[in-house]
């Protein structure tokens, strides 16, 4: 069994930063890349970054490029976000995925049916 664990969370102003963390883990995973999506009350779940390990692929919603940055930790399997500047608008619930499916095509990962594993979500909230 799969799970991935979101952490970082939380309740900050216009213009503060907050870093997300995701681990995946169970016997014998091994993802081809991880991805960072968000749902805001009322909306549609958008895709915000993905990473892909072959090539250290990084990919963004265009609303957080210059802003949000998707990064690996050592382990593998294991990704932050880091958002700067935030803005009310991106409060959302924030999940974690995951995908054993390796593709370069550059929209593959933007795309929520090509994750097979999700997380709980983490809420992130910015105060105006």
């Known amino acids: 069994q799969v799970e991935l664990v979101e952490s970082g969370g939380g309740l900050v102003q216009a213009g503060d930063s907050l870093r997300l963390s995701c681990a995946a883990s169970g016997r014998s995973f091994s993802s081809s890349a991880m991805g960072w999506f968000r749902q805001a009350p009322g909306k549609e779940r958008e895709f915000v970054a993905a990473?892909?390990?072959?090539?250290?692929?990084?990919y963004y919603a265009d609303f957080v490029k210059g802003r949000f940055t998707i990064s690996r930790a050592n382990a593998k399997n294991t990704v932050y976000l880091q958002m700067n500047s935030l803005k009310p608008e991106d409060t959302a619930v924030y999940y974690c995925?995951?995908?054993?499916?390796?593709?370069?095509?550059?929209?593959?990962?933007?795309?929520?049916?090509?994750?097979?594993?999700w997380g709980q979500g983490t809420q992130v909230t910015v105060s105006s």
């Open positions: 995925a995951a995908s054993i499916r390796l593709n370069t095509i550059p929209n593959y990962y933007a795309k929520r049916e090509n994750f097979n594993y």
């Open positions: 990473f892909r390990w072959s090539g250290d692929a990084t």
